[in-house]
């Protein structure tokens, strides 16, 4: 039977609850890491196996198959819904998955995908929680993520503990809410960050300090973590990738596609940014998001005129 005795993260002893954990790349090796601190039994796979093998104190298992066999609480950090389509219904892992088990897809991918997997997995009679998070590398190492959360009641209460190893989650709906927040995150995000860059790039063609100027803002009304953390790397000009542009956009036309399924007519703000970064792609490659900047000086480049 299956213990569901809840757990404090904070004290580092897990409920016993075994946790299968597929997709150890950049963000998904310091969640696990995180879930394993918390006392929770691990079993990882990855599809590049040294990834998973560099867990210390994780399982390895050899397919996704072979490590939700014996899983509670079965998590995906996979790049898109394609990949989450094949990991789970094509490699034979859905059908491995105990009918007691929640799995949580942390992966950013479209709403009617998160829906779609949720129903086909209750065909199974297994619950579904779509759970992406923002936060990036610095949150997934610090356990601090945002962690936006759509399925059944029930089932998040289940996965509750497990997800607050790994940061703040919260329900904010039924199955692709959870997807839906997150490409409102994304939204926000990535207009900030055209912002910041457009004000620095103004400030700095009229003579002004970019760097005063991001202090002088400093908590005022153009306050935030982009103003913080995005600002300082444009100022630097290090746009070592920390969040990937090509993600980024993936996320924004998937935004796209929610609008169009919801019948918005007009999302200029998200288009607009989408075609930012895909410019900045196939100029300048897949920098880091705060590298819009760079696709802003090449727009006003007399040079590329």
């Given at each position: ?153 029930e089932a998040f209460a289940k996965a509750e503990a497990v997800l607050a190893a790994m ?56 306050e935030s973590r982009i103003l913080d953390l995005h600002a300082e790397r444009m100022i ?70």
């Open positions: 039977m299956t213990d569901t005795t809840p757990h404090n993260p904070a004290t580092g002893t897990g409920s016993g609850r075994r946790i299968a954990f597929l997709g150890t790349g950049l963000m998904g090796a310091p969640m696990a890491r995180n879930i394993l601190r918390a006392g929770y039994p691990v079993t990882a796979w990855n599809r590049s196996r040294p990834k998973a093998e560099a867990l210390v104190g994780a399982g390895v298992a050899g397919s996704p198959a072979e490590a939700v066999r014996e899983a509670d609480i079965v998590v995906l950090m996979l790049e898109n819904g394609g990949i989450v389509e094949e990991v789970l219904f094509g490699s034979g892992a859905a059908q491995a998955i105990s009918p007691a088990a929640v799995v949580v897809d942390m992966s950013s991918i479209k709403p009617a995908e998160a829906q779609d997997h949720a129903a086909r997995l209750a065909e199974r009679g297994i619950a579904h929680v779509d759970a992406p998070v923002s936060g990036g590398t610095v949150g997934a190492e610090a356990g601090t993520l945002a962690i936006m959360a759509g399925g059944e009641t940061g703040r989650p919260v329900h904010v709906g039924p199955h692709g809410a959870g997807q839906l927040a997150k490409l409102a995150n994304q939204i926000i995000v990535g207009v900030t960050i055209g912002a910041v860059a457009e004000a620095l790039m103004l400030a700095a063609r009229g003579g002004a300090d970019p760097a005063k100027v991001r202090e002088a803002l400093r908590g005022g009304f153009a630097a000009r290090d746009f070592t990738t920390r969040g990937r542009s090509v993600t980024h956009l993936k996320d924004l036309d998937n935004a796209l596609d929610a609008g169009q399924r919801l019948a918005l007519a007009k999302t200029p703000y998200t288009e607009l940014t989408a075609g930012l970064f895909r410019d900045l792609l196939e100029h300048a490659g897949d920098l880091d998001h705060s590298g819009l900047l760079v696709e802003l000086e090449r727009r006003n480049d007399p040079a590329q005129a």
